[in-house]
Structure formats: C-alpha cells, structure tokens
C-alpha cells in the first residue's frame, strides 16, 4: 500500500516538473521571437536606405540580386540567358548606364517563360556575360540566380566567377573552381580540335602530293608513249610534203633574120654556068643561108 502511493506521488512529481519546464521555454522562445523580429526589420530598414542603381524592371515573377562589381574594370553592358538558350538578353544597362569598380547594383531579371520548371528536379542555370571598354567580354556561366540575393561579380586566373551565399543552405558559395575546369575543358577540346584539324591537313597534303606524283607519271608515259609512236610512224611511214608548182612566164625571143649567102660553086671543068643554060636550081649553085 505505502508502495503505490509513493509512486503515485512520484508521477505527479514529475508531470509538474515537465509542465514547469514547457511553460518555461515558451515563455523563453515568446521573448525571443520580438528580438528576432526587430533585427530582421533593422535590416530590411537597412538595405532600404542604401539607394542602388536599378537594373532591369521589378516585378513579381523577377529575381532581385544584388551584385558587386569586383571585377577589376568598370562594366558596360550586361546581359543574361539561360545556360541552353543560344542567344543572350540584349544589353540590360540603359544607355550611358556604368557598374563601377566595387559598386553594388540591384538586378531585376524576369526568366522568359518556360526558363523555370517548377516540378522540375534540376535546376535552371544561367549565363552572365560582362562587356567592358577595351571590348573584353567576361563569361560567368552556370549560375543559379534563384539561390541568389547577393553575389560579387570576380574576373581571375582569366576566369570570370561569382562568390555569394546560398538563399537554401546559407553556405558561401564560389564558382571559381568550376570555371578553371570548364576553363581547361575549353583549352583541352581547342588543342584536341586544333591538332584533328593539322592531321587532316596533313592527310589532305599526303594526298594532294600522291595525286601529283600519280598524274605526273601519267602524263609522263603518255608523252613516251607519243614519241615511241611518231618514231615508229616516221620510221615506216613518211607523210607526203605537198609543194605547189613554181608557175614560170614563158619568155617571147623574135627570131632573127639573116640574110641568105650565096656561095660560088666550084669551078666544074671552066664551064660558063650562065652559059651552060643551067639554072641556078638545076645547077650545082647554093643559096645559104
């Protein structure tokens, strides 16, 4: 009997103490909550007095970030994609509009429609590019703006990257290993593209000289063949030569005349030939001529 009550008495005990501690903890936790409630309205307080330089348009499907020039230079142009997108956002700075050298501006970015999927497990990237006066553009790829409120923008090692805290675990986050690798990818896959291409310009060049060397043997046993044929043509064969008559004006020589010679006989025995009643036909005269 004096066994059961004192273990009775027992749990009341211990039910009042665990009541005691529950009153004592809210009472703790409902002091708390105004401080935390105040600090976090100083700070908004805070951010709203510091007046920065606007970019893009607010709205409520878009992302405010504010980012800090640490880049080195002085900003001209800004704009965004999305990672898979092929084009970029026209430049977002208004016309004159400069990020100077550590000056903080607020960016208003509105993902187009179907950037964001909201069942989707992976997350959007995006893709800043920064343009300064000597025309140097700066690439910050892979960023996920919707776990940014606050980022500093970095240009290094020839790598552009962003450092900030996370809006879900409220870890620092920095992207500059992950753009020296990217960075690295590039040059590999550049070299590996660059030495495919001398190969394939060697090939070409092996095969350009092969070709060469193949058509001017071709050509060289045609021509050998052409003379061994006119050897043998001119050797059993000779084409005949015409050569056109010499046409010659014949030349008119007048005959000459000549007068006719009479020659004396000889003497016939002392007989008078006049005498003899023979003619000058009948006789033995000659007329010459």
């Keep these: 009997m004096k066994k059961r009550t004192f273990t009775r008495i027992l749990v009341i005990g211990t039910a009042c103490l665990v009541l005691g501690c529950g009153k004592k903890e809210e009472s703790t936790q409902e002091a708390k909550e105004p401080e935390t409630k105040i600090s976090e309205e100083k700070e908004v307080e805070k951010e709203e007095e510091t007046e920065y330089k606007t970019i893009g348009e607010e709205s409520g499907d878009a992302l405010r970030i504010l980012l800090t020039n640490q ?8 704009s965004v994609k999305e990672s898979t997108a092929k084009e970029a956002s026209d430049n977002l700075l208004d016309e004159g509009m400069r990020i100077e050298e550590e000056e903080t501006v607020c960016l208003y970015y509105t993902p187009e429609e179907g950037d964001p999927a909201e069942d989707s497990k992976t997350p959007v990237t995006y893709d800043l590019s920064l343009s300064y006066e000597d025309e140097q553009v700066v690439e910050i790829t892979g960023l996920e703006l919707e776990d940014m409120e606050e980022a500093e923008l970095y240009f290094e090692d020839e790598v552009g990257y962003v450092t900030y805290k996370s809006a879900d675990s409220g870890k620092e986050v920095s992207t500059k290993e992950t753009a020296l690798a990217l960075k690295a990818q ?50 059993y064969y000779e084409e005949p030569v015409y050569q056109e008559p010499v046409y010659q004006e014949p030349v008119y020589e007048e005959p000459v005349y ?24 009948g006789g033995q005269g000659v007329l010459r001529y």
């Design 258 to 281: 000549q007068e006719p010679v009479y020659e004396q006989p000889a003497d016939s025995g002392g007989q008078d030939v006049s005498q003899s009643g023979e003619s000058c036909l």
């Design 186 to 235: 590039k040059e590999a896959q550049a070299a590996a593209e660059k030495a495919k291409k001398e190969e394939a310009k060697k090939e070409e060049e092996r095969k350009a000289a092969e070709q060469a060397k193949k058509e001017a043997e071709a050509a060289a046993a045609a021509e050998a063949q052409a003379q061994a044929q006119a050897q043998y043509e001119q050797q």
């Design 71 to 78: 880049t080195g230079g002085e900003i001209i142009g800004l």
